[in-house]
């Protein structure tokens, strides 16, 4: 419904880790449990409106408010990095790195994912980007609205919107166990964090997307 061709990579592969995780967490007691968790599926992303992201803040506009501790959202991962040397083209055993994204720079939150990154040896670009784009309503995250972090890995590589989204040997499945490990450390790690923590040191989120700045429109034309 909301990815491009069957969207294998973009987002098939962040649905599959968050239903792994969902799995892994609902083995664990409730009362054992730090932090609530709550996993939303939904489609405003390239189809804005067919999605429930508004409708459930809406409906749970208090709670987000006043409990929800950070927004955790995957994008697009596990892409294998080609191998390409001109008249050399092939697949490799290595995937696309990652960016990461924390909204408002969070020190406690950089170093949490810092320290998953070293655990399980995952690839990432060497900068923290703060853009709060994602997959809710038309590149302008409600979230932001009620004053959430945004944070996650996100990959963008060369098949990205392509036709090679369609194949699960574009896919590395054991770089996506270990980014699905990584984000259960990363969660595990925010027991005992509090908003406060999270927003000490940080900065202001940014009020709105790059993709709705004038800079992305002087690029790109105001489409």
Known sequence: MDGYFHGIHDNGAAVALNLALAKHYAQIRFAERHHGIIFL???????????GTLPFIEKHKKMMQEQLLLV?????????????E???VGSSNVTDPLMLLVS????????????????????????????????EAAFHPPFNDL????????????FY???????RGGVNFKQM????RAHAYVIDQL????KDDLHRGGFPVPEKSIYQSDLIKMMMGNN
């Not at 599926?41 to 999605?51: A, L, N, W």
């Not at 720079?105 to 994602?134: E, M, N």
């Not at 004053?147 to 060369?158: E, L, M, N, P, R």
């Open 41 to 51: 599926f939904e489609g405003d992303h390239e189809v804005p409106g067919v999605g």
């Open 177 to 180: 166990e270990k980014l699905a």
């Open 147 to 158: 004053g959430a972090i945004s944070s996650g890995w996100i990959q963008t590589g060369k």
């Open 191 to 194: 027991s005992g964090v509090s």
């Open 161 to 167: 919107h392509s036709t090679a989204d369609v194949d």
């Open 86 to 88: 001109g008249i050399f």
């Open 72 to 84: 955790l959202r995957p994008e697009h991962l596990g892409m294998i990095r080609p191998l390409d």
């Open 104 to 135: 408002n720079r969070s020190p406690v939150l950089i170093d949490i994912f810092k320290q998953a990154i070293h655990h399980y040896a995952i690839p990432t670009g060497d900068f923290v980007y703060v853009d709060p784009a994602a997959d």
